[in-house]
């Protein structure tokens, strides 16, 4: 049978309606199919690839660590140079309240830690989340979602969980005594890129202190430097407590990590013992390529310092009678149409071009862009065009 068939009959899918493209290859902001076509890749595996596909560090990392050694035992029992590397160069760039590192295997992982650590941290059970955030998709992290669109079939899930809407200054009196801990997208992605403001953000820092609560905050898409910063809570004068990391930070690998204070982090080593625990979270592999991709970013300052530029050049370009608003927060946009029939049909016309588009869960009328942060202008230039032909 054909590669296409295995892949429907026995690889479990997550839609009717998968993109299909069968993928032979894949370099900077390109990936190649096996009938020859070259597609310009505007949303990076959803900003995991970071630095593009295939690039030639995080390729070189991850081929040199394989062939030293892979898994070796369950995490935490042996000092693999990887992950110690890793966990030190990110503590090297964040505040000090930050210099712990959990390693695991994706944003839903880390989001499941965090929300351990925080019930063991303050000794509370209920969380506050935001109406249209996304966290994971497991039973843990899917109860912090609202609306229940993808959550109802499988209730009943974590109780204790209540939601307050992004940028209310009224709902902070929801954040109380019996608040763990309240857990935010820096920047919302799925409801279609919405930025917090930034009085709004340091409010609710100064809620949770008043109350005991921890602040979360989840950069799994609006880390490594896809806002502007390494880290989009560097622009809004706001540290939390822990902080959730994965997609970008591999790579193209999977890895995730929730960091903390080292104190904090040290309640999951005992009563119990093992309070958390992964077999393959903090892969050696994985972490080389994390470590690459950090050590790239922090090299080559000018791949997060054309962020801005190349945000306005998007701006400039994406002019169309079809396009109510550009959203965005850095190279991470929302090109808002009508709905979602029209989104569909932009997203099939750009297919058929040679352009990979997606659109969001909450937010059915918005375009998804997040390209790797290595596009170039000329890049920039062709996809924008693409886009305007697709809508003509």
Same mark, same amino acid.
């Given at each position: ?166 940028? +209310?200054?009224? +709902? ?59 880290f989009a809570f560097e622009q809004y004068g706001v540290v939390p407590d822990i902080l959730l990391l994965a997609k970008g930070f591999g790579g193209g690998m999977p890895l995730g990590a929730f960091v903390a204070r080292r104190e904090v982090m040290e309640l999951l ?17 994985? +972490? ?41 927060a850095g190279l991470w946009m929302a090109v808002e149409l009508t709905d979602f029939d029209e989104i569909l049909a932009t997203i099939a016309a750009c297919l058929e071009r040679e352009l990979i588009t997606d659109w969001f869960l909450w937010n059915e009328r918005s ?6 942060l290595t596009i170039s202008e000329a890049e920039i230039r062709k996809a924008c065009g693409i886009i305007l032909e697709a809508l003509g």
């Amino acid at each position: 049978m054909s590669n296409r068939a295995n892949f429907l009959r026995h690889v479990a899918q997550t839609s009717p309606a998968p993109m299909g493209l069968e993928i032979a290859g894949g370099k900077g902001v390109y990936l190649h199919t096996t009938d020859g076509k070259k597609y310009l890749d505007l949303i990076a595996g959803i900003g995991v690839s970071a630095l593009g596909h295939n690039h030639p560090a995080i390729v070189k990392a991850v081929q040199e660590q394989a062939g030293k050694y892979m898994h070796t035992l369950v995490y935490g029992e042996f000092i693999l140079a990887p992950q110690a590397r890793l966990a030190a160069l990110l503590a090297e760039q964040l505040p000090a309240g930050l210099d712990n590192v959990y390693f695991v295997n994706s944003g839903a992982e880390a989001t499941e830690g965090a929300m351990k650590l925080a019930k063991r941290a303050t000794g509370r059970g209920e969380f506050i989340s935001a109406r249209r955030s996304y966290h994971g998709s497991t039973q843990g992290a899917a109860s912090l979602q609202w609306p229940h669109d993808f959550t109802e079939a499988f209730a009943p899930l974590l109780p204790g969980v209540s939601h307050l809407d992004f940028n +209310c200054d009224f +709902c902070l009196n929801q954040i109380t005594e019996t608040t763990a801990a309240v857990i935010l997208e820096t920047v919302q992605a799925e409801w279609g890129i919405r930025k917090p403001r930034p009085e709004w953000l340091q409010a609710v820092r100064k809620r949770c202190d008043e109350v005991g609560a921890l602040l979360i905050l989840d950069e799994i898409q609006a880390g490594m430097g896809r806002t502007g910063t390494l880290f989009a809570f560097e622009q809004y004068g706001v540290v939390p407590d822990i902080l959730l990391l994965a997609k970008g930070f591999g790579g193209g690998m999977p890895l995730g990590a929730f960091v903390a204070r080292r104190e904090v982090m040290e309640l999951l080593t005992k009563d119990p013992v093992l309070g958390h625990i992964t077999t393959f979270g903090g892969h050696p592999v994985s +972490c080389a390529a994390g470590l690459a991709t950090l050590e790239t970013l922090l090299a080559q300052p000018e791949l997060i310092g054309s962020v801005k530029r190349k945000e306005a050049l998007f701006h400039e370009l994406l002019v169309h009678p079809k396009i109510r608003q550009v959203r965005s927060a850095g190279l991470w946009m929302a090109v808002e149409l009508t709905d979602f029939d029209e989104i569909l049909a932009t997203i099939a016309a750009c297919l058929e071009r040679e352009l990979i588009t997606d659109w969001f869960l909450w937010n059915e009328r918005s375009l998804r862009i997040a390209p790797p942060l290595t596009i170039s202008e000329a890049e920039i230039r062709k996809a924008c065009g693409i886009i305007l032909e697709a809508l003509g």
